[in-house]
């Protein structure tokens, strides 16, 4: 069974820093890009970074020099490190394989979101 859980979630104040997790599984997780996303209240998801298989990057300009994604292919774990938070990066982060082919086709596959609150 294809699968994304993501953790790390949390309340942090304004400044702070948190690293979120999304453990991959039922697929060859070193083979495929993989994204996060981020929804807040009232706003449309948005990509917020992407990482290749090689491992190139891309970030959105939001969150360029603040957050760094990553991923342990051994571990079939991807991360985002993210640092410098202000109260505009709350949101639910989505973890994303944008193109996994699974049951027969190529589709989108995502993870159940955690929660970053950033507040004082």
């Known amino acids: 069974q294809v699968q994304l859980v993501e953790s790390g979630g949390g309340l ?21 890009a993989m994204r996060w996303y981020r929804q807040a209240p ?4 948005e990509l ?3 990482i290749a298989a090689g491992g190139s990057t891309n970030y959105a300009e ?8 990553s ?8 991360y985002l ?3 410098s938070l202000k109260p505009e990066d709350t949101a639910v982060y ?11 086709s190529f589709r989108p596959l995502w993870g159940q ?6 507040s004082s």
């Open 12 to 32: 942090v104040q304004p400044g702070g820093s948190r690293r979120l997790s999304c453990a991959a599984s039922g697929f060859r997780f070193s083979s495929y």
């Open 42 to 45: 009232g706003k449309e998801r």
């Open 48 to 50: 917020v970074a992407a």
């Open 62 to 69: 939001s969150v360029k020099g603040r957050f760094t994604i």
């Open 113 to 118: 979101g955690t929660q970053v609150t950033v």
């Open 71 to 78: 991923r342990d292919n051994s571990k079939n774990t991807m």
């Open 81 to 83: 490190q993210m640092n």
């Open 94 to 104: 989505y973890c994303n394989a944008p193109a996994l082919y699974y049951s027969g």
